[in-house]
């Protein structure tokens, strides 16, 4: 309770900003939703075939899970907020088109037949007739739409939109409880108080045209801001992403701050567990991020053609993928830091005790008794446990696909024995687990480096030349601790970026 | 004037109505009535084009229905259904005023106007203007859905079976009201029912419709001495006659109104009020809390005029 407190005072500013966007993404698509269902729903009442279609089409939309949605879109309309409203609005086209729908085609015929028959016009009849006995409908049906929007947002973070989903998916990542109860607690108060609001403003007809009217200052506010955004002079944009973990974060942090010492006008936007590899990548090649941390290896291994064997120094590996990446992709990949950091494979003490496993090749003797959680990325990479099969003559009794921080809680709850990990993660010590040793030297060593476009790289020259500072820096042990600091100990990864760089006098202050 | 030039109206392979021919005079209270399925509601709806014919022609003032704007035609009749149909989200003012406000009358107007009507049927304004549907007695609904017919002040107002969900106190009091509202305004107005003693009671000329077709026109007297069809017979029940009625009675001139009096005998059907006048010439009693006096030579007398049916 302490610490969540202590995560709460700490974390206020960006836990509101959270919770402002997260208003603000369900807003907009709501209100975006109720413009094309209730008009649509309107329209169609009386041309009843076509009515029942759109019932049918919204109902199928709904069906779609929300992740599949928000991925099918992203080559659609990109990444961030777009995407975002965009699936939620077709969310809660459903409820509001059927609520509507059902509230004026269950009108009471004789009513309909009496304003016919004084000669009220269409217009007439929607506005004084029919619109206001389906009201009721129409608000409970905006009331479902609003707790689904509030709900289902919080996957939008998964896709780069921020709101109240980052504090869910960062405590999935970082095994953080805290951040969990932040953002669902949150984001089901949310949702509890705007339906409560909404039940209360439909309750007369004097609180509607107040709520309206309240509706339509939050709009002009947004709008207003969104002008005053696109007027006000811009200096350089810069948008900074990572993939998911703590490691990514500290870094892109240590970019920005790098950047805005050598350019204090840069506006530098940070997306944090923006997404996973090839996701973030094809985010680079369309230019919706403008750099992001990755390893050598993990560009040799998926991003190019390249169908060659991995080396094994480091060095010669990154000489490969940056020229092969200016080459297939104009990318420029600038110098990389010290540590190495690959996968490797870790079991319990238990486990490593009781069948004398402490090398990779031991465990062919047991294949029978591994249950092993992977990363999704690890168990389908000819670098991960694909070729790993093969070198080491492996074939696992059970292979579970987890995200990465899910498995390490795998780990610790005895449901596996076995996991995949990076050597900087600090939850081999946290878990007290055993790294095997790669004997046959399969993992190739991947150093991390920051990856950009050769046009941003060429019209940006001070902002590679900032962030070559890194280069060399940053040691296994540097960064395991900065990870610790980060996941385990909650700090904020600004915070340790910031205080490494001053250490390291790599930044003034 | 309305007038009904060959109508004749077919559903696929159903004749719904046949050759109907039909002329209402303007200031009538003109009945239509007939069983369920006659035709009866049809004929109406035909009056504010709800229907067309698929033969001959409807004739309001001299011109073809189907020549009107369906919206002019519609606003300036009006119509009474068969529960009131209030706009339940709206309050009494604004239902009664709700083809004014179509109409594109002000504010004050309306306001004014609703006044007046709700005035005319023993509702204060001040206390029923501004209260929902919801909030009034079956009773005082239907005299909204009445008044709410005449609001634009129409030259022809349709009633739809309107009365027919009422129970029977009720149903006479909002007969009763039509027919002072009628004399007041002398809208015509025609009137479809499917209750014979409703359409005795309304009518001046009342038309008995029968599988699409109609079997005689004339007054209620008309029907009852000479009923043109066996169906007419047998529709109006004649073995039971009509002068049986003790609302028919008094609605004749046979009886004396007297000053209302607790005391009088209470005098409930006409069988109870002949076997009295058997034991005395002079009867002093009270109906429906009205006092009435009659005589046995005066009941002789109506009993002569009414009863000559075979």
Same mark, same amino acid.
């Given at each position: 309770?302490k610490v969540?407190?202590?995560?709460?005072?700490?974390?206020?500013?960006?836990?509101?900003?959270?919770?402002?966007?997260h208003?603000?993404i369900?807003f907009?698509?709501? @209100?975006?939703?109720? @413009?094309i269902?209730?008009p649509?729903a309107?329209?169609?009442r009386?041309?009843r075939?076509?009515?029942?279609?759109?019932?049918?089409?919204?109902?199928?939309?709904?069906t779609?899970p =929300?992740l +599949?949605?928000l991925?099918l879109?992203?080559p659609l309309?990109?990444?961030g907020?777009?995407p975002?409203?965009?699936?939620l609005?077709?969310?809660?086209?459903m409820?509001?088109?059927?609520?509507t729908?059902?509230? @004026?085609?269950n009108i009471?015929p004789?009513l309909?037949?009496?304003?016919?028959?004084?000669?009220?016009?269409?217009w007439?009849?929607?506005?004084?007739?029919?619109f206001?006995l389906?009201?009721?409908m129409?608000?409970?049906?905006i009331?479902?739409?609003?707790?689904?929007?509030i709900g289902t947002a919080?996957l939008?973070?998964f896709?780069?939109?921020?709101?109240l989903?980052?504090?869910?998916?960062?405590?999935?990542q970082?095994?953080n409880?805290?951040?969990?109860?932040i953002?669902g607690v949150?984001?089901?108060?949310?949702?509890?108080?705007?339906?409560?609001?909404?039940?209360?403003?439909?309750?007369?007809?004097?609180r509607?045209?107040?709520?309206?009217?309240v509706?339509?200052?939050?709009?002009?506010?947004?709008g207003?801001?969104?002008?005053?955004? +696109?007027?006000?002079?811009?200096?350089?944009?810069?948008?900074?992403?990572?993939k998911?973990?703590?490691?990514?974060e500290?870094?892109?942090?240590m970019?920005?701050?790098?950047?805005?010492?050598?350019?204090?006008?840069?506006?530098?936007?940070l997306?944090?567990n923006?997404g996973g590899t090839t996701f973030l990548?094809?985010a680079?090649?369309?230019?919706?991020?403008?750099?992001y941390?990755?390893?050598?290896?993990t560009v040799?291994? =998926?991003?190019v053609d390249y169908d060659?064997?991995t080396?094994?120094d480091p060095?010669?590996?990154y000489?490969i993928?940056?020229?092969?990446?200016?080459?297939?992709e104009?990318?420029?990949?600038?110098?990389?830091?010290?540590?190495?950091?690959?996968?490797d494979?870790?079991?319990?003490?238990?486990?490593?005790?009781k069948?004398?496993?402490?090398k990779l090749?031991?465990?062919e003797?047991?294949n029978?008794?591994?249950?092993?959680?992977?990363?999704p990325?690890? =168990?389908?990479?000819q670098d991960?446990?694909?070729?790993?099969?093969?070198?080491?003559?492996?074939?696992?009794?059970?292979v579970?696909?987890?995200e990465?921080?899910?498995?390490y809680?795998a780990?610790?709850?005895?449901?596996?024995?076995l996991?995949?990990?990076?050597?900087t993660?600090?939850?081999?010590?946290?878990?007290?687990?055993?790294?095997?040793k790669? #004997?046959?030297?399969?993992?190739?060593p991947?150093?991390?480096?920051?990856?950009?476009?050769? #046009?941003?790289?060429?019209?940006?020259?001070?902002?590679v030349? =900032?962030?070559n500072r890194?280069?060399?820096?940053?040691?296994?042990?540097?960064?395991q601790?900065?990870?610790?600091?980060?996941?385990?100990k909650?700090?904020?990864?600004?915070?340790?970026?910031?205080?490494y760089?001053?250490?390291h006098?790599l930044?003034d202050? | 004037?309305i007038?009904?030039k060959?109508i004749?109206?077919?559903?696929?392979? !159903?004749t719904?109505?046949?050759d109907?021919n039909l002329?209402i005079d303007?200031g009538?209270?003109?009945?239509?009535?007939?069983?369920?399925g006659?035709?009866?509601?049809t004929?109406l709806?035909?009056?504010?084009?709800?229907?067309v014919?698929?033969?001959?022609?409807v004739?309001?003032?001299d011109?073809?229905?189907?020549e009107?704007?369906v919206?002019?035609?519609?606003?300036?009749?009006g119509?009474?259904?068969?529960?009131?149909?209030?706009?339940?989200?709206? !309050?009494?003012?604004?239902n009664?005023?709700?083809?004014?406000?179509?109409?594109?009358?002000?504010?004050a107007? %309306?306001?004014k106007?609703?006044?007046e009507?709700?005035?005319?049927?023993?509702?204060d304004?001040k206390?029923?203007?501004?209260r929902?549907p919801?909030?009034l007695s079956g009773?005082?609904?239907q %005299?909204?859905?009445?008044? %709410?017919?005449?609001?634009?002040e129409?030259?022809?107002i349709?009633m739809d079976?309107s009365?027919?969900?009422?129970?029977p106190?009720? %149903?006479k009091?909002?007969?009763?009201?039509?027919?002072?509202? &009628?004399?007041?305004?002398?809208?015509?107005?025609?009137?479809v029912?499917h209750?014979?003693?409703?359409?005795?009671?309304m009518?001046q000329r009342?038309?008995?419709?029968?599988?699409?077709?109609?079997q005689?026109?004339g007054t209620?007297h008309?029907?009852?001495? &000479?009923?043109?069809?066996?169906?007419v017979r047998?529709?109006?029940?004649?073995?039971?006659? &009509?002068?049986w009625?003790?609302?028919?009675?008094?609605?004749?001139n046979a009886?004396?109104?007297?000053?209302?009096?607790e005391?009088?005998?209470?005098?409930d059907?006409?069988?109870e009020?002949?076997?009295?006048?058997?034991?005395q010439t002079?009867l002093?009693?009270q109906y429906q809390?009205?006092?009435?006096?009659?005589t046995?030579?005066k009941?002789?007398?109506?009993?002569s005029?009414?009863?000559?049916? &075979?």
């Open positions: 309770m969540l407190m202590q995560t709460i005072v700490e974390q206020r500013g960006e836990i509101l900003k959270s919770l402002l966007q208003i603000q369900s907009i698509s709501l @209100l975006i939703a109720m @413009l269902a209730i649509l309107i329209w169609l009386n041309h075939r076509f009515g029942e279609i759109g019932l049918q089409i919204a109902g199928i939309i709904q779609i =929300s +599949a949605l991925g879109l992203i309309v990109g990444i907020t777009v975002a409203v965009v699936a609005t077709m969310y809660a086209i409820p509001l088109y059927q609520n729908y059902s509230g @004026l085609t009471d004789n309909e037949e009496a304003a016919v028959a004084f000669g009220l016009s269409k007439k009849r929607l506005q004084r007739l029919e206001p389906a009201l009721p129409i608000i409970s049906g009331r479902i739409a609003l707790v689904m929007i919080t939008a973070a896709i780069g939109a921020g709101g989903g980052d504090y869910i998916m960062l405590g999935i970082q095994n409880n805290y951040y969990l109860v953002g949150l984001s089901a108060l949310l949702a509890f108080i705007f339906s409560g609001l909404l039940k209360y403003m439909g309750s007369s007809k004097k509607i045209y107040g709520g309206g009217i509706v339509l200052l939050f709009l002009l506010g947004i207003g801001n969104q002008v005053y955004q +696109a007027v006000k002079p811009q200096p350089v944009n810069i948008t900074i992403a990572g998911l973990g703590s490691e990514p500290i870094l892109m942090n970019y920005k701050d790098l950047i805005q010492q050598d350019q204090p006008n840069a506006h530098v936007t997306k944090p923006f990548f094809k680079l090649k369309k230019n919706q991020v403008d750099i941390p990755e390893f050598t290896g040799l291994e =998926s991003l060659k064997k080396p094994k060095k010669k590996i000489h993928a940056k020229t092969t990446l200016a080459k297939q104009k990318m420029t990949f600038l110098e990389p830091m010290e540590y190495e950091n690959g996968y494979l870790a079991v319990t003490q238990e486990f490593s005790k069948y004398h496993v402490t090749s031991d465990l003797r047991v029978d008794k591994v249950k092993a959680a992977f990363d990325d690890f =168990s389908n990479q991960g446990y694909l070729g790993l099969k093969k070198k080491y003559n492996l074939n696992f009794s059970e579970n696909r987890m990465p921080s899910l498995r809680k780990i610790a709850n005895k449901r596996v024995n996991v995949d990990g990076y050597t993660d600090p939850q081999v010590q946290e878990y007290n687990l055993v790294v095997l790669d #004997d046959k030297h399969f993992f190739p991947y150093q991390g480096a920051p990856l950009m476009n050769s #046009d941003f790289a060429e019209k940006n020259p001070q902002v030349k =900032s962030l890194l280069k060399g820096k940053i040691s296994v042990e540097d960064m601790k900065m990870n610790y600091q980060v996941s385990v909650n700090k904020k990864a600004s915070v340790v970026a910031h205080d760089l001053v250490k006098n930044l202050k | 004037m007038t009904y060959n004749g109206m077919k559903y696929g392979p !159903n719904i109505l046949h109907v002329k303007d009538e209270l003109f009945v239509l009535v007939g069983p369920s006659s035709g009866k509601t004929l709806r035909m009056l504010n084009k709800l229907t014919p698929t033969d001959g022609d004739y309001f003032e011109r073809k229905i189907k009107y704007d919206q002019k035609l519609r606003l300036d009749m119509y009474v259904l068969q529960d009131s149909s209030l706009f339940p989200n709206l !309050n009494v003012e604004d009664i005023a709700i083809q004014l406000e179509q109409k594109g009358v002000s504010k107007k %309306r306001h106007r609703a006044a009507l709700l005035e005319s049927v023993e509702l304004p206390k029923y203007a501004k929902m919801a909030e009773g005082q609904q %005299r909204i859905a009445i008044i %709410r017919a005449l609001a634009t129409p030259s022809l349709l079976e009365f027919s969900a009422l129970d106190v009720l %149903r009091k909002s007969q009763d009201l039509v027919l002072k509202l &009628h004399k007041q305004y002398k809208t015509t107005i025609v009137f029912t209750d014979m003693q409703e359409a005795l009671r009518g009342i038309a008995v419709l029968n599988k699409g077709e109609i005689q026109v209620p008309d029907i009852m001495q &000479h009923p043109a069809t066996d169906f047998q529709f109006f029940d004649i073995k039971t006659p &009509h002068w009625d003790m609302d028919f009675l008094v609605a004749s009886l004396k109104k007297i000053d209302f009096n005391q009088l005998p209470v005098i059907n006409f069988k009020l002949m076997k009295l006048l058997t034991q002079q002093d009693f809390k009205a006092g009435y006096s009659m046995s030579q009941l002789l007398a109506y009993l005029e009414e009863g000559g049916v &075979h």
